[in-house]
DNA sequence: AAAATTTGTGCAATCGTTCCCGATTACTTT
DNA sequence: AAAGTAATCGGGAACGATTGCACAAATTTT
């Protein structure tokens, strides 16, 4: 099996201890230059790694930081994990990606497993069915670091970085006003999911500048994100058999967009013709289309870089952090 | 800060010794039933978790593997990503995603970085640059479980799990044949892959079939899977610019596909009209054209899970494995 | 030349577990 | 009742690395 060097080789082939062997290679003052330079070469030659569990063990921390998201085929999240691990490697630290699939039993089962694999901090998007952070709070609570991002609960205090939803779904509802629509459509993800709201108040606020009545029946919400397909269809057939049906859609997500626009497929419905639709998404493909729909893009990737610098910055203060920062990044929306 | 309860705890709290409360713990035959009970209770109050650092001290594992993708944003590898979590957290392993985004040197600081946490086995697709695999190989020969799955190296013996690349292109080659196309060009990944390689045979193979000359000039490579999309710009603008210019191309990936066609719409060349494309996608937005792409798409979430009980069984073998699996998965054509 | 200081190194404790040995008590057996 | 055998439990070493302290030798100071 594997066995890697350690100290204690080194020690034995060299006729030290293993005390000032690693003294030598952490460079310390008191070790002669001979000794070290010895050290450093016959280390370098058998390609000597610490342990990093001893270290670990030692140091009470693990040099990772666990990220909970929803899913990483979702492709705002795919660019927020590169941008997590750009910063994350230059620093030091592992990654170490988890799934909730938008499931809260995931999420807490996930959330117990980083903790208990005593990852420095957290970097946590909520998943859609969460009502209840309690997992999350409990280890906020005895110390743990978490920044959240994108998807952020009200009742923890610490580090937050969002997009400016309001103004993304506003941007984009006021697009499809400015196309001539009046009839718009908002199909979301469950309502007490932060971005929901935020992106609800942006659809509300637009239709209200433009003096269109906001219509309840034209809200739809899917308490799983569009996990199931059969959401996605339920709410878009809501829609369709309304007396009054709507003309547009804003779609406040990237796996809705995706859900809706089959279902709108199936039943033959032409986009942009009979339906347009706008949403957030930050997928490459939406261009692809003959009639692209327009969308509003998030800074995934520079997110995912603020979020970690945020927590780097909570695991290796000294003293407690109690001021914590709340920034809010812009969109941009892409007119198709 | 956040301080774990331990054994010590437990034992001080209820006046036994480390060992015993260890012991209890792991539910040897030597504990009374009483104590058992007594230390379950305390240990289910405190909510005690092992300290998984000492632990993987002490046994020599980590209950952790390694997986080294291209990007998690390709849907087949957020697919194959899902199908290995499913596996792993059901048997108690973390997982550890890094990614290379087709670098060769990224794979090997991926490598070493992964080798340096002691995990205990690795998940290897891979990257397009790579033609050496001595990083891998050196680990493999030390002990490193490893196995590999959809991009695999001919030089290193152990589990490989492969998709019938060679019959897939067969089949997308023959349908655009079918379609009743013949001037069919070939978009593929770097010319050492394996994957490009078997891709490349069945596309060949169908040609022949049909007696239909392959054309070198038909057939071209990106050395970086596409990650730079001046990449495939050039390759389809040399397409594009050829006397006798292809009237379909087979496209050997999801990323290439995308990037193929966005080249194709910016120069206005309507698909399929003018260039009917097939070609190996695991997304799901591809039906969503107006026109939509016909596909093979691979088995990711099986390959997977397959691949990490492959790993596990390597990892959990008492004795040394001989024997290597070399699993071939088919492939499903989506005529659209 | 004796004392004080500097320099270079080793010993041993520590982090949280597991596990090999002993050790103690209780229960059988002759 | 003495001896043997289970049944329980504790002591302590080990895993690999760091670090305060001790200690010897070399150097400087008085």
């Given at each position: 099996?594997?066995?890697?060097?350690?100290?204690?080789?080194?020690?034995?082939?060299?006729g030290?201890?293993?005390?000032?062997?690693?003294r030598?290679?952490?460079?310390?003052?008191?070790?002669?230059?001979?000794?070290?330079?010895?050290?450093?070469?016959?280390?370098?030659?058998?390609?000597?790694?610490?342990?990093?569990n001893?270290?670990?063990?030692?140091?009470?921390k693990?040099?990772?930081?666990g990220?909970?998201?929803?899913?990483?085929?979702?492709?705002?999240?795919?660019?927020?994990?590169?941008g997590?691990?750009?910063?994350?490697?230059?620093?030091?630290?592992?990654?170490?990606?988890?799934?909730?699939?938008?499931?809260y039993?995931?999420?807490?089962?996930?959330?117990?497993?980083?903790?208990?694999?005593?990852?420095?901090?957290?970097l946590?998007?909520?998943?859609?069915?969460?009502?209840?952070?309690?997992?999350?709070?409990?280890?906020?609570?005895r110390?743990?670091p978490?920044?959240?991002?994108?998807?952020?609960?009200?009742?923890?205090e610490t580090?937050?970085?969002?997009?400016?939803?309001?103004?993304?779904?506003?941007?984009?509802?006021?697009h499809l006003?400015?196309?001539?629509?009046?009839?718009?459509?908002?199909?979301?993800?469950?309502?007490?999911l932060?971005?929901?709201?935020?992106?609800?108040?942006?659809?509300t606020?637009?239709l209200?500048?433009y003096?269109?009545p906001?219509?309840?029946?034209?809200?739809?919400?899917?308490?799983?994100?569009g996990?199931?397909?059969?959401?996605?269809?339920?709410?878009?057939?809501?829609?369709?058999?309304?007396?009054?049906?709507p003309?547009?859609?804003?779609?406040?997500?990237?796996?809705?967009?995706?859900?809706?626009?089959?279902?709108?497929?199936?039943?033959?419905?032409?986009?942009?013709?009979?339906?347009?639709?706008?949403?957030?998404s930050?997928?490459?493909?939406?261009?692809?289309?003959?009639?692209?729909?327009?969308?509003?893009?998030?800074?995934?990737f520079?997110?995912?870089?603020?979020?970690?610098?945020?927590?780097?910055?909570?695991?290796?203060?000294?003293y407690?952090?109690?001021?914590f920062?709340?920034?809010?990044i812009d969109?941009?929306?892409?007119?198709?």
């Open positions: 099996m594997f066995e890697p060097p350690t100290l204690k080789d080194i020690a034995n082939a060299l030290l201890s293993t005390s000032t062997v690693s030598a290679l952490r460079d310390t003052y008191e070790i002669s230059a001979k000794t070290k330079k010895l050290v450093f070469d016959y280390a370098e030659k058998i390609n000597y790694q610490p342990n990093p001893a270290l670990s063990l030692k140091e009470r693990s040099k990772s930081i990220v909970i998201v929803s899913e990483v085929a979702n492709h705002y999240f795919s660019q927020a994990i590169s997590i691990e750009s910063i994350a490697y230059d620093r030091g630290y592992h990654v170490i990606i988890t799934q909730t699939h938008e499931s039993a995931r999420e807490k089962i996930n959330t117990q497993h980083l903790a208990s694999r005593s990852v420095d901090g957290l946590v998007s909520l998943s859609a069915e969460t009502a209840d952070t309690e997992h999350l709070k409990y280890l906020h609570d110390g743990m978490i920044v959240f991002f994108d998807r952020v609960p009200s009742d923890i580090h937050k970085i969002i997009a400016n939803n309001e103004k993304g779904a506003f941007d984009a509802t006021e006003i400015n196309l001539g629509r009046k009839k718009i459509a908002h199909l979301t993800s469950s309502d007490h932060s971005i929901s709201i935020e992106r609800l108040h942006g659809y606020a637009a209200n500048k003096n269109i906001v219509n309840p029946d034209y809200i739809k919400h899917c308490p799983h994100g996990m199931f397909p059969e959401e996605t269809e339920q709410a878009i057939l809501e829609l369709i058999n309304l007396k009054d049906k003309d547009a859609i804003f779609i406040a997500g990237d796996r809705l967009s995706i859900g809706a626009l089959e279902v709108l497929k199936k039943l033959n419905i032409s986009v942009p013709k009979q339906m347009t639709v706008a949403g957030f930050n997928s490459d493909v939406l261009n692809l289309f003959e009639y692209p729909i327009s969308s509003v893009r998030q800074p995934a520079e997110m995912g870089k603020k979020a970690t610098e945020m927590l780097l910055q909570l695991i290796e203060s000294k407690p952090v109690t001021e920062d709340n920034k809010v969109t941009e929306l892409f007119v198709r």
